[in-house]
């Protein structure tokens, strides 16, 4: 068997696919499965050429329906499966999801945004949050990471793989097309030289018998009443809603005082962060928040934001995807709401600073 | 060793290598450094598989340099932003253009293959090919993986240092590549031709040899202003 991927840590130059080829191998996934749509090409093209080197595998399929069912299977027969893909394959995606959402099954999707609707461009957006988040027919019981940055993209991938194990649920990491392409530096790690443990995977079908005796298992996506039905999705919203706050993350700074509070996710954050760094320091009160997990929502943690500040500001590279996740969150509230949408486009720090200045302005005259 | 080509002769420089390493940038600041120097200069963006994105951003800039750029124009055709693998008639016959001429080509192993659809390219005397390397990349991080790298290429006439972590680059850790990389080079019986080195960097290093005694050169960051 070959060597470890990566031994220690170190400091490495990639793209965003390439993190996450990586972070699948320290995360000692076993098998992707993937069809190819741009922008996360490099992802099957770094693991299928890292695979053979560490013993691992890769199956190209006919599309990305197949890729995802492919996945389930290499799940339920016990392997550390995952897949990866982007824009209208993320449409096909959600049908084999949504059976591992009602069968329970454990999966990791990762996604790279491009522009929609339909194949529109190849290049970038955040205009998949909603398909992400709710996607296929359900309830939407799935983790969703938004990552801002190379290193997330690392770090979220190795910690997908547990989340998913952990809760059974599907775990999607969100990444888009600036990230996947966008070259900058990180931490590449053995996780489990840091302490981290894996959780197990399990043998879902074909189990060896325990003390000589089978154990049926009985996954159903398919009940035959409306009640049985009910009861099944009761059941696992009430287990969603408990493991929740276990599973929410989201980073906020400057929010203590600040009249206006810039909502962002993902890597137009990285825009958001810097002007609002940039306003403090011409002396205006502004916060930031940033949701990781966009499912399960932080909405506690907004409500709390929400009842201080006097504005939100919601800045996205869609019109509206987050700002319907932050409006759900925050039900109740009075707090005003303000929006910077350009929809499969990226958003400048400069663009942020003008357009909370004009609140501003609007804000004073009033 | 290292002057491959003497300086009266045209240049003719094909800069290959791993998806990420900095071809692009090494190409177009090479491009940029031989026009300062008064010369005749082409580049030639030969990226089929992105054919729209590599330096479509930066080609009036460059082109007011006065470097005549042969790169597609987004506005030039439509729908091709992935699905076009495709060569413009221009870029087939652009060892015919006099001057230097600077080839940046694309996506690694299966990029350099790009070669065989130049006219010319088989038999021109003057061309070079240079392989553009990062310690910072892990397929390229030690002398053994490069080499493996570096044979799966095919013709090669030298190797490029461009070793660097982005915004967290060192001198450090550029010395640190022109070791390794000078010892892959010698293992496989190639010159380095240079270690390039972000001009901020120019007086900490204030030499214009690196470690191993390959040659320094000074390199701007273009490629910032693009993506992909």
Redesign the interface.
């Known amino acids: 068997m070959a060597e470890k991927p990566i031994q220690g840590e ?6 965003g696919n ?1 993190v996450v080829a ?1 972070a699948a191998l320290a995360a000692k996934a076993e098998i992707m499965y993937g069809y190819p749509i ?2 996360q090409n ?1 992802i099957m ?1 770094y693991w299928t ?1 890292l695979a053979p080197k560490f013993g691992k595998r890769f199956l190209q399929t006919e599309d990305e329906l197949s890729a995802g069912f492919t996945t389930l299977g290499g799940v339920l027969a016990g392997r550390k499966a995952f897949t990866a893909t982007a824009g209208p394959g993320n449409t096909l995606m959600q049908e084999p999801m949504s059976m591992a959402e009602m069968m329970r099954i454990p999966s990791v999707v990762i996604i790279q945004q491009r522009g929609g609707p339909s194949t529109a ?3 970038y957006s955040q205009q998949e949050v909603t398909m992400t988040t709710y996607g296929g027919n359900g309830e939407g019981l799935r983790v969703v990471y938004s990552t801002a940055n190379h290193q997330e993209l690392f770090d979220y991938t190795i910690k997908a793989f547990n989340t998913a194990w952990k809760y059974r649920f599907p775990t999607f990491v969100l990444g888009d097309g ?1 990230q996947a ?5 990180l931490t ?1 790690y053995d996780p489990e030289e840091k302490g981290l443990e894996f959780v197990p995977t399990e043998t879902f079908l074909g189990k060896a018998p325990v003390n000589g005796v089978k154990q049926p298992v009985h996954l159903r996506n398919t009940y035959n009443t409306e009640e049985e039905l009910y009861e099944v999705i009761t059941r696992y919203m009430e287990e969603y809603l408990k493991v929740a706050p276990e599973i929410i993350e989201h980073r906020e700074f400057s929010c203590e005082d600040a009249d206006i509070v810039v909502v962002s996710h993902g890597v137009v954050s990285r825009a958001a962060k810097v002007a609002v760094q940039e306003l403090r320091e011409e002396g205006l009160k502004i916060g930031y928040f940033r949701p990781v997990t966009l499912r399960p929502f932080p909405a506690e943690e907004l409500k709390k934001v929400a009842a201080r500040a006097k504005t939100l500001l919601l800045v996205e590279s869609a019109f509206g995807q987050m700002a319907k996740l932050v409006k759900d969150a925050i039900f109740g509230s009075t707090v005003a709401l303000e929006n910077l949408f350009k929809p499969g486009v990226g958003i400048t720090s400069e663009e942020i600073v003008v357009r909370v200045k004009e609140i501003e302005k609007g804000a004073l005259a009033k | 060793m290292f002057g491959v080509v003497p300086v009266s002769e045209r240049i003719v420089e094909a800069y290959i290598g791993e998806y990420a390493s900095g071809k692009s940038e090494i190409a177009v600041n090479r491009a940029v450094d031989l026009k300062k120097e008064g010369r005749c200069v082409t580049l030639v963006d030969l990226d089929l598989v992105e054919p729209f994105y590599t330096l479509r951003p930066i080609k009036r800039q460059l082109t007011e340099t006065g470097i005549y750029v042969v790169a597609w124009e987004t506005s030039e055709t439509m729908g091709l932003g992935e699905a076009g693998s495709l060569i413009k008639p221009e870029m087939r016959w652009v060892l015919r253009r006099p001057g230097d001429i600077i080839l940046d080509i694309g996506y690694g192993v299966e990029g350099a293959k790009v070669l065989n659809l130049i006219e010319g390219a088989a038999d021109n005397k003057n061309l070079q090919v240079f392989v553009v390397l990062n310690i910072g990349r892990p397929m390229t991080d030690n002398v053994k993986d490069i080499v493996e790298y570096v044979k799966e290429l095919g013709i090669v006439h030298g190797l490029i240092n461009n070793s660097h972590l982005g915004d967290d680059t060192s001198v450090d850790f550029v010395q640190q590549g022109a070791k390794v990389i000078t010892e892959a080079a010698l293992v496989l019986g190639l010159p380095v031709i240079a270690t390039y080195i972000d001009r901020k960097f120019e007086f900490e290093i204030n030499s214009k040899i690196d470690i191993k005694g390959n040659p320094i050169r000074l390199l701007d960051r273009y490629m910032t202003n693009t993506f992909w």
Do not use: G, L, N
């Open positions: 170190k400091r490495v130059f990639m793209t390439e990586w741009t922008p490099e093209h050429r461009t190849v290049i600036y392409k966008m070259r900058e530096s590449i």
